[in-house]
């Protein structure tokens, strides 16, 4: 026993012994500060060893309304690059990182590259909160592989120009690996009949999912494009009659959306409500696990 207690311990020097040094390896290393989570992970990915990823936010908060304290704020004026969503994910975070860009902190801003998606005519409940209008820019990304393609296509770039790093391999890999993700879910969603692809979710957090795979947006709680707009009785009216007219076969609910009232919903339509993770990681930290999750969870319970 005492052998046993002895070698722990030496095992435990060792340890300390490689913690303290690793810190100053890891300092030649450029520092990339990611704001969100599920897009930290396809930073990680796409840079691997070669820079030290940094999330801000923690993962499991909200990012639409998360607020910086001082600390992250001068983590964030550190940083040699910031990699941002843009189009207003980072609501309490917004005022913050245009102060870092005025102070010249290089700054990438994902929905720059990509082919943003408007709220589309129709789409979500009539009367719904300000910025959910036609014509509005949707912020959710990341909730299709192939708009992370565009993602991280003019990261590899801006990596190379701010930072001086050649992703250019691990680009090519991660390309091929959101092209297999995109047909993995393309098959699965044809094993769902065409009038079962209809969404209510949350807020409005699934329109390049759902305009990538053919899903109808019906409508969602939270009629807006943040979980932190205000709910009407007259929007949730319009909802129960959206969810009744369409046989939406379930309501999913995300970060932010309130319990209460996705219950009510529920009951009162006879339709079931299913937790669904769409601003969250999973325990592996994998944007992979993170969209197949997704795209099974709805599968599985619009059957
Ligand atoms: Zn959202």
Redesign the pocket.
């Known amino acids: 026993m005492k052998k046993v207690v002895f070698t722990l311990f030496i095992c435990a020097i060792l340890i300390a012994a490689c913690q303290t040094t690793s810190p100053v390896a890891q300092d030649s290393k450029k520092t990339i500060v990611v704001t969100y989570s599920v897009l930290g992970a396809v930073v990680t990915d796409l840079v691997g060893a070669d820079a030290n990823v940094v999330v801000l936010i923690p993962n499991g908060q909200d990012p639409?309304e998360w607020e910086p304290s001082a600390k992250d704020i001068e983590m964030l004026n550190k940083a040699d690059l910031i990699v941002q969503n843009g189009l207003g994910l980072e609501g309490g975070l917004q005022k913050t990182l245009s102060l870092t860009v005025q102070q010249g902190v290089k700054t990438f801003i994902a929905s720059d590259h990509i082919t943003v998606r408007k709220v589309g005519q129709g789409e979500g409940v009539p009367n719904g909160g300000a910025d959910q209008l036609v014509g509005a820019a949707d912020p959710?990304l990341w909730t299709d592989p192939l708009t992370i393609k565009q993602v991280v296509a003019g990261l590899v770039e801006q990596l190379k120009t701010d930072l001086g790093l050649d992703v250019t391999t691990q680009a090519q890999y991660l390309d091929n690996q959101l092209d297999s993700l995109n047909n993995e879910i393309i098959t699965l969603v044809a094993t769902l009949p065409e009038s079962n692809r209809k969404l209510v979710t949350g807020?409005d957090?699934l329109g390049y999912f759902a305009a990538r795979y053919g899903f109808k947006l019906v409508g969602a709680i939270v009629p807006s494009l943040?979980?932190q707009a205000e709910v009407s009785a007259a929007d949730l009216a319009a909802l129960k009659t959206l969810i009744q007219e369409n046989q939406v076969k379930a309501i999913f609910t995300e970060l932010g959306t309130p319990p209460a009232i996705a219950q009510a919903i529920g009951t009162e339509t006879g339709v079931k409500v299913v937790q669904l993770s769409?601003?969250i990681l999973p325990a592996d930290g994998s944007y992979f696990t993170f969209m197949r999750n997704l795209a099974q969870t709805i599968i599985e319970n619009l059957k």
Do not use: E, G, K, L
């Open positions: 639409h959710h807020h957090s943040t979980s769409t601003h």
